[in-house]
């Protein structure tokens, strides 16, 4: 749970940064390339036309789509169409987020991993720190097409023991505007960006939307028309209405001037929230410096976390109070349909972190 919202929260800073970066080395490198209209300037004054040609895109009826009974083939993939939607509210601020990636689907994308998930209203506690076991060691042991490569973390260092088969140097494609309905006001147009290369409201800012654009308990609509080898693809997927702790009240905190809830770790804590969707469920975790309880609960509007696994987090002092969080997540998650999609989801998610303070003297 931790990380997936760290997760998110350095796609945004990554988001926002590579905007600002970007912009300046994309100025200069369209000054350095001419349009394909323009005429290029030799060094003799002479002048020649650009003969550079792009792709065509090819009709429907001439798009090659993957064979799914004749296994993969890495000359005719198909496509891992990936969208989301989701709010994320950390410390009192709430913020809206909207982009999608179109990559070629990679051998690994088709691997079936079994979840494992807890079981309907439990908990259990994670004390973390466990290593993780590679399942490969040297490209010999992948597909042609793959290296034997370690998953990172939040600062894009290698986690060791985490080496696994895939498909290096990928990267979000452009294949045409992509048309989102269910926001307010009406559709949105998500087009590429070429500097951050993925796809964002009206093709510009940094993967952010306002939240007031955004409908909650409505069903958002995606449709494409395609462009290259990609065929007309769309989506459909629910956005459940909006989340909001009641209990525990959020109050100012006493260490730092956000919102933060009490929390007595000998004694049952009892989560209740508005914007409740009993068809759903919910992830509820609470973290500190060290140890966390993660749970995973009926979509109701109220959970209870059990003292004896609460009373195992060490909570963190001074500037390791940071750490000590409750974290309310829901996700909603549906194939994207299409002849050349062969992976991909369309997802709404709605994420909420409150500072924690535990009851001192326990």
């Known amino acids: 749970m931790t990380r997936r919202m760290l997760l998110f929260l350095g796609l945004f800073a990554v988001l926002t940064v590579a905007c600002d970066n970007e912009t300046k080395k994309g100025a200069v490198d369209e000054d350095l390339v001419a349009d394909d209209d323009e005429l290029a300037v030799t060094d003799d004054d002479t002048v020649a036309s650009d003969t550079t040609e792009e792709t065509p895109d090819l009709a429907q009826d001439e798009i090659v789509f993957p064979d799914a009974d004749g296994g993969f083939d890495p000359e005719n993939s198909g496509y891992n169409i990936f969208f989301q939607i989701m709010t994320m509210d950390v410390f009192g601020q709430t913020s809206g987020m909207a982009f999608g990636l179109f990559l070629k689907t990679a051998r690994e994308d088709l691997v079936v991993e079994e979840e494992d998930l807890l ?29 034997c490569l370690p998953e990172t973390d939040n ?5 060791a023991g985490s080496e696994r088969c895939v498909t290096p140097d990928r990267e979000s494609l452009d294949r045409g505007p992509v048309t989102i309905t269910g926001f307010v006001g009406g559709p949105a147009t998500f087009a590429y960006e070429p500097n951050d290369k993925i796809y964002k409201k009206d093709g510009t800012g940094d993967g952010s939307v306002p939240v007031d654009i955004l409908a909650f308990d409505a069903t958002y609509e995606l449709s494409g028309e395609g462009m290259e080898d990609l065929a007309a693809f769309s989506g459909s997927v629910y956005f459940p209405p909006a989340l909001k702790l009641t209990a525990p009240e959020p109050h100012t905190g006493t260490a730092f001037p956000i919102p933060a809830i009490t929390v007595d770790p000998t004694k049952d804590l009892t989560v209740t929230w508005d914007g409740a969707d009993p068809d759903g469920t919910i992830d509820i ?61 369309f997802d709404t998610e709605q994420m909420m972190m409150i500072m924690v303070e535990p009851v001192t003297g326990w």
């Open 119 to 147: 079981a309907i209203d439990t908990c259990v506690f994670e004390a973390g720190g466990a290593t993780p076991t590679p399942s490969c060691t040297s490209k010999e042991d992948c597909a042609p097409e793959q290296d």
């Open 155 to 159: 600062n894009g260092a290698p986690i």
């Open 285 to 345: 975790s609470m973290t500190g410096e060290s140890g966390s309880v993660v749970c995973r609960a009926t979509d109701d509007g109220s959970f209870t976390m059990p003292a004896d696994l609460i009373g195992q987090i060490t909570f963190g002092t001074g500037f390791g109070a940071m750490a000590n969080n409750l974290i309310l997540d829901r996700k909603y998650s549906e194939k994207m349909e299409g002849k050349s999609v062969t992976a991909g989801t």
